[in-house]
């Protein structure tokens, strides 16, 4: 089992209002850290129940995790001050599957906050096409890190105030049209996550989702955290935080 490790933040900021983004110092989670894993984070003294929290990025003994304020447990997070230890559990879960041998045309998508595990995924992957959706233009954001580590990258929002005017999927489906692509990895919101499956088989691609659960312990002893899947018997339901949060697409039924 993890143990809980008391990490300093050395670095916060609030790239747009309501999400924060915070460094910590912390080598062993560095060491291991893989991207689509995540932190299980106690948030404050007043919310007993840890909250889970992807890695974003890592660097050196540096670990790096961004996320929004949804309810009492993130906004107590978000009132911690730099040089204040947080406690951490992590790094948990199983993160993507990177074969650069085998996949020379990776496309990644992601939707609002679940861009923020794809950036890590993004530096390991060879020449990504990535497509970022947001509601709005007031919303986006790690645009240019995402052009720093891809061969193209494309912003599509909701409300057409910014890039492409629509919905991040319909931009990804026009791009295979023209672009060869054999795998696709996809972090955000259920309806995404559906549609990314859904384009996936109908094109015959090998697709990874990370899902998005509420959870309670962590480390698969609380079941809260189940989805179903398309195996038998006792694997018919499973732990998205022990066996995932990363999914094979055809296996998780959404």
Known sequence: MKQTQLCTLVKKSEPIKGVFDFTVEAPAIAAEAEAGQFLHILCGRGVFLRRPISICDVQDKL??????????????????????????IGPLGHGFYVDNEKYKHPAVIGGGIGIFPLLKLSQKL???????????????????????VSAKTLVATDDGSYGYDGYAIELLGKELMESECDVIYCCGPTPLLKAVQSLAAEKNIDCQLSLEQRMGCGIGACLVCTCKTTHEGMDENMRVCKNGPVFDAREVIL
């Open 126 to 148: 060879y020449e990504p096409l990535v497509v970022l959706g947001f509601r709005s233009a007031d919303r986006v954001m790690m645009e240019e890190e995402f052009r720093a």
């Open 63 to 88: 670990v790096r995790f961004v996320f929004e304020v949804k309810g009492e447990g993130t906004r107590e997070l978000s009132e911690f001050s730099v040089g204040d230890k947080i406690d951490i």
